[in-house]
């Protein structure tokens, strides 16, 4: 995760990151070093107790420069943006209206920025044990209430993604797949293109 991080948001020093579905902030600690003390961390989530939880984290260890949005990913209406790069770990896969959060995002992000989504391409690992270990793994979140059984439907996540890399990479024309955990994990990284018309790159896949 933190070589991921190092490695696709780029050199960012002084630049402000928008972390979306940030949650309590697990990332933070990775990306506040990248954007150091001159820059900005931007984290929105639409559960206010995640928000409340970040918050306190924040506190707890003297991160001034974080701010915290309640909002939408799908919409993300209360930012003014442009911001020099957004990061999304674990979240998207499960925002109900994926396409438009993907091109809400792309839109606020500058020309030149870099837009980092780490998620599951796929809630079965393509390895033997996994596959065996799976209906039991999903049945355990699902009555723990920590995914809804859409969310673990393997099928489902698939064809969400395919249509989001799809919306994807006509924004993102360098945008590269990279996958872990027995192609479990995914993560999603490009830039988005210097010139204002981003539309005019290349074909859906
Ligand atoms: C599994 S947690 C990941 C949190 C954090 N990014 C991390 O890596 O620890 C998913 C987060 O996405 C948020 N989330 C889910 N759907 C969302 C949406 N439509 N808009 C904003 N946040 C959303 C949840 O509230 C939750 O905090």
Redesign the pocket.
């Known amino acids: 995760m933190a070589l991921s991080y190092n490695r696709t948001i780029g050199r960012s020093a002084g630049s402000t990151v928008l ?9 933070w600690p990775l990306l506040l070093p990248k954007v150091g003390a001159s820059g900005q961390v931007i984290g ?4 206010a107790g ?1 928000l409340e939880r970040a918050r306190r984290r924040a506190d707890k260890a003297g991160w001034s420069n974080i701010s915290l949005i309640e ?4 919409k993300l209406a209360h930012l003014d943006g442009p911001v020099d790069a957004v990061v ?4 998207l896969g ?4 994926l396409p438009t ?1 993907l091109t809400r995002i792309v839109e606020l992000v500058k020309p030149g920025g870099r837009i980092v989504i ?1 998620d599951f391409a796929q809630s079965r690992p393509d390895h033997r044990f996994f596959q065996w270990m799976f209906p039991l793994h999903r049945c355990a979140l699902v009555a723990a209430g920590i995914d809804s059984p859409e969310d673990m439907d393997d099928a489902r996540l698939k064809a969400r993604w395919e249509t989001g890399k799809a919306i994807l990479s006509t924004l993102l024309p360098d945008l590269v797949e990279e996958r872990f955990f027995h192609n479990a994990g995914m993560i999603l990284h490009g830039t988005r293109p210097p010139r204002s018309d981003s539309s005019a790159s290349k074909e859906p896949r």
Do not use: P, R
């Open positions: 972390g979306v579905g940030c949650g309590t902030g697990n990332n929105v989530d639409y559960s995640m909002d939408d990913a799908a999304s770990a674990w979240c499960i925002v109900h209206d959060a780490l």
